[in-house]
């Protein structure tokens, strides 16, 4: 995948706005898309002076799709609990 090149792939033109974050069409996640492109030659500003981008990906069932990524929600491995060394003495 070629997430952070400045030239668009070609798909992104028919891409849609999922008002969830995955596919509008199957309702997969993000992590199943086979493609994924970040336009951040173009961030947009919120009230709070906060950057989001507009993540689009290409679904394996064909759907092209975009979201922002100030929707994006919290990830999955920022939940982990990390043992320190004295857990396991």
């Not at 030239?7 to 008002?19: L, Y």
């Not at 309702?27 to 898309?33: D, I, L, V």
């Not at 989001?52 to 799709?65: L, P, R, T």
């Not at 999955?76 to 004295?86: D, F, H, P």
Request: charged share 25%; with cysteine.
């Amino acid at each position: 995948m070629e997430a952070f090149t400045s030239t668009p792939p070609a798909w992104t033109e028919k891409a849609i706005h999922a008002r969830e974050f995955s596919c509008p069409t199957c309702h997969s996640s993000p992590m199943k898309a086979k493609s994924v492109w970040i336009n951040r030659r173009a961030p947009v500003y919120t009230q709070e002076n906060r950057r989001k981008w507009q993540e689009f990906y290409h679904c394996h069932c064909g759907c092209a799709w975009w979201a922002w990524s100030a929707d994006r929600p919290p990830s999955e491995l920022g939940e982990r609990i990390y043992l320190s060394q004295e857990d396991f003495l």
